[in-house]
């Protein structure tokens, strides 16, 4: 009998070493990685996942695939939410481990169910793994469940809130306007966002906007509405407004008185509250430029052209760092740049510069006048002039003209037939005027001889 029961021991013994005889529970253990402990999750958390060591502890060399979360519906079993089809995690490449070796698996991020007790669970994880088969060296596939444990613990009852938690309170928590910055004479989209930092709910929100009157409705009421808003919660309310045209820059107050219902205060609260806005406003800049004169009308190269215009400040906001530039790409002129500075609302900047003529050719200036609103936004204003520049003509001599010899030879005919006309005219004027004197002085001397025979038959008589 004793024979027998040592031959059964020893049959024993030769099969648990063989290469895949059942190992129990000790063919791999779990060791620490990143998780160094049981897990804790407070109900209403979330398992953060993290690394474990797994030991082979077969006494040959493994080949581990992959390994996967066995999971449940059932939350007493499997007390996460199950948000995919399967949580299979492949090794890429796969891992060979010699007996005793280690390998490293990775835990994810994991979702507590509402519903799950606090208590103690077992997160299965499934280790896929193959190995030679020693008499037939087949390959044998096998799986193996290690578990982790996991302890979930209740959640921590809220504190009671102190007896003035029920004060409702509504604040405006922010604000935006379309377009950005607000320009006046423009229209304005403003978004009201409104926060209930109370810890009870509201209901009934109104809020009636008022101001100085730089801001008015494009249509319909001045009052937001807002049905209910929960504690902690934020809701946004819209309204289009037009902003007046002869606004000053400046920042303009806007007024919100806030009314609404507190169904879970307690009684005598306050129900009301006022905030105020500050909405920044600009003005776009106007100006309007003179005409552009130019002295002298006629340029040479070698002078200079004086251009002189003014800038004329129509707007209703400062013009900031004015500035006339010329510049003509011919080159004919030289180009130069004038700076007027700021000019008031209302105000007038003189522009006056010299450009240099210094080639021969139509000159084209081409004039900008840049400046910047209260923002440092620059804008332009563009202008020219148009001139033909030439040579400046050689002196001339007004007593003795320079007559080049050639000329000389061609007038002289002219000169001696001008001479030769002049005498005869000259003639015949001394001969009209003589023959005028004689004829004059015969007239007189009938007209004496008369009187004298007038005066003789009076004495007769």
């Known amino acids: 009998?004793?024979?027998?029961?040592?031959?059964?021991?020893?049959?024993?013994?030769?099969?648990?070493?063989?290469?895949?005889?059942?190992?129990?529970?000790?063919?791999?253990?779990?060791?620490?990685?990143s998780i160094t402990g049981t897990p804790e999750i407070q109900q209403g958390n979330a398992f953060a996942g993290g690394t474990i060591t797994i030991t082979n502890n077969t006494a040959y060399e493994i080949t581990v695939a992959s390994y996967e979360l066995a999971t449940s519906i059932d939350a007493s079993v499997f007390p996460f939410e199950v948000t995919q089809l399967n949580y299979l995690y492949p090794f890429e490449p796969v891992q060979t481990v010699a007996a005793g070796g280690n390998f490293t698996v990775t835990l994810p991020s994991l979702t507590l169910r509402t519903d799950a007790a606090a208590g103690y669970y077992t997160l299965p994880i499934i280790i896929n793994y193959s190995y030679p088969d020693v008499e037939s060296g087949d390959i044998v596939?096998?799986?193996?469940?290690?578990?982790?444990p996991i302890k979930v613990t209740q959640a921590?009852?809220?504190?009671?809130?102190?007896?003035?938690?029920?004060v409702p309170k509504v604040i405006i928590s922010s604000f935006s306007t379309s377009p950005s910055p607000v320009v006046a004479g423009n229209n304005v989209t403003l978004k009201v966002t409104f926060t209930n930092k109370g810890a009870t709910e509201v209901s009934s929100l109104k809020a009636s906007m008022s101001g100085d009157g730089t801001f008015s409705p494009v249509s319909g009421s001045s009052t937001l509405f807002i049905s209910n808003l929960a504690a902690g919660e934020s809701k946004s309310v819209s309204i289009k407004l037009a902003v007046r045209a002869d606004a000053a820059p400046a920042s303009y107050g806007v007024s919100f008185a806030l009314n609404y219902d507190a169904p879970g205060a307690n009684d005598n609260l306050p129900v009301s509250d006022n905030e105020t806005l500050s909405i920044p406003v600009i003005q776009v800049p106007k100006i309007s430029v003179g005409e552009l004169q130019a002295t002298p009308e006629v340029v040479y190269v070698g002078n200079e052209v004086?251009?002189?215009?003014?800038?004329?400040?129509?707007?209703?906001?400062?013009?900031?760092?004015?500035?006339?530039?010329?510049?003509?790409?011919?080159?004919?002129?030289?180009g130069t740049s004038a700076y007027i500075g700021n000019i008031q609302p209302g105000a007038t900047g003189q522009v006056d510069v010299y450009l240099p003529a210094v080639s021969v050719g139509d000159g084209i200036v081409a004039m900008t006048i840049s400046y910047e609103d209260e923002s440092g936004k620059k804008y332009t204003y563009s202008g020219s002039?148009?001139?033909?520049?030439?040579?400046?003509?050689?002196?001339?001599?007004?007593?003795?003209?320079?007559?080049?010899?050639?000329?000389?030879?061609?007038?002289?005919?002219?000169?001696?037939?001008?001479?030769?006309?002049?005498?005869?005219?000259?003639?015949?004027?001394?001969?009209k005027k003589k023959t005028k004197a004689k004829r004059e002085a015969e007239k007189k001397e009938a007209l004496e001889l008369e009187a004298q025979l007038l005066n003789k038959d009076e004495g007769e008589n």
């Open 306 to 334: 004086n251009l002189m215009t003014t800038v004329n400040n129509t707007g209703k906001s400062i013009l900031y760092n004015v500035t006339a530039t010329f510049a003509d790409e011919s080159g004919v002129f030289e």
């Open 141 to 148: 596939v096998d799986d193996y469940t290690a578990s982790l």
């Open 385 to 431: 002039y148009t001139a033909f520049v030439g040579e400046k003509p050689a002196p001339v001599d007004p007593i003795k003209p320079d007559v080049p010899e050639e000329k000389k030879k061609v007038i002289w005919p002219y000169i001696v037939a001008g001479a030769v006309v002049g005498g005869i005219v000259l003639i015949v004027v001394i001969k």
């Open 1 to 33: 009998m004793r024979k027998i029961t040592m031959i059964a021991i020893a049959a024993a013994v030769l099969i648990a070493m063989m290469p895949g005889a059942a190992m129990a529970a000790e063919e791999f253990i779990i060791s620490p990685g």
């Open 156 to 166: 921590t009852a809220p504190p009671e809130p102190p007896a003035n938690a029920l």
